[in-house]
């Protein structure tokens, strides 16, 4: 918006100069402070107003450099700081693998170790059993043993 408007003024004074060359061509006195001149002083006053023009340009456009070249820097910054985060993520993924992995191991290891536990309880229990069970039989073989065997009378 604001390029338009200063291009829209550029073009009126071009146009108002080009309207009115006759009067800006024709000489005068122009005083400058220690001499004074015979020249035409509205070529002078558009001139100097083309050197306005032509230094405001170069202004600006050496701060929209100045602007680029900061924003590519701070782009630069932007995507080395991304690569170290995205780095330091993955070394904390990694971390966090390790302490799970090792976390896991041990939470087995104790699992197998109650379940060798467990199993050898389980053994003494089945011996215990079959032990009691080898004695009641071996009772009952012997009452079997002491008590006589029905006669028969046929």
Not at 5 to 28: C, R, Y
Not at 30 to 43: D, K, Q, R, S
Not at 109 to 125: D, F, I, K, N
Request: charged content about 20%; hydrophobic content about 50%; aromatic content about 4%.
């Amino acid at each position: 918006m604001r390029s338009i408007l200063l291009l829209i003024i550029a073009v009126l004074i071009g146009g108002l100069a080009a309207l009115n060359w006759e009067v800006l061509s024709t000489p005068s006195e122009v005083n400058l402070g220690l001499t004074t001149i015979h020249a035409p002083l509205g070529v002078l006053m558009l001139a100097l107003t083309v050197l306005l023009c032509v230094i405001f340009i170069a202004y600006v456009l050496s701060l929209q450099g100045s602007v680029m070249l900061e924003a590519r820097r701070h782009n630069k910054e932007m995507t080395a700081q991304r690569e170290l985060a995205d780095k330091a993520e993955a070394s904390r993924f990694t971390e966090l693998r390790q302490v799970l992995e090792s976390q896991h191991a041990a939470g087995q290891s104790v699992l197998l170790a109650r379940l060798a536990e467990l199993e050898s309880h389980l053994v003494a229990r089945a011996q215990e059993s079959d032990n009691s069970n080898a004695a009641y039989l071996g009772q009952i073989e012997d009452r079997m043993r002491l008590v006589e065997p029905p006669r028969n009378t046929f």
